[in-house]
């Protein structure tokens, strides 16, 4: 079965840095685009970043451009988040997700997600 594995996130102080990976397996990873999400707590499931399936294109947020980076490695079936410049409004589950084509802001066209794991940025 399909699955996909978050980790890397932590508790960090603001200005500060972490990369997020997503480790996925179960179908053959270079087949589909990678989109990261994040959801803090009483708020929606927001989009973050999304990459293509051979990496050659992405998008981001407006809340996060310039500060984050996705990108993957279909050798290893992972995809990355390397988050820069922290800010305490970055505290959030971040969860990955698949889905076939192109990378999408919208959560509802993709297929599979993780578990998420927590960001924790302090002030």
């Known amino acids: 079965q399909v699955q996909l594995v978050e980790s890397g996130g932590g508790l960090v102080q603001a200005g500060g840095s972490l990369r997020l990976s997503c480790a996925a397996s179960?179908?053959?990873?270079?087949?589909?685009?990678m989109g990261w999400f994040r959801q803090a707590p009483g708020k929606e499931r927001e989009f973050v970043a999304a990459?293509?399936?051979?990496?050659?294109?992405?998008t981001y947020a407006n809340s996060v451009k310039g500060r984050f980076t996705i990108s993957r490695d279909n050798a290893k079936n992972t995809v990355y988040l390397q988050m820069n410049s922290l800010k305490p409004e970055d505290t959030a589950v971040y969860y990955c997700?698949?889905?076939?084509?192109?990378?999408?802001?919208?959560?509802?066209?993709?297929?599979?997600w993780g578990q998420g794991t927590q960001v924790t940025v302090s002030s």
């Open positions: 997700a698949d889905r076939y084509g192109s990378g999408s802001k919208l959560d509802y066209s993709y297929e599979y």
């Open positions: 179960g179908r053959t990873f270079s087949n589909y685009a």
């Open positions: 990459i293509s399936w051979s990496g050659g294109s992405t």
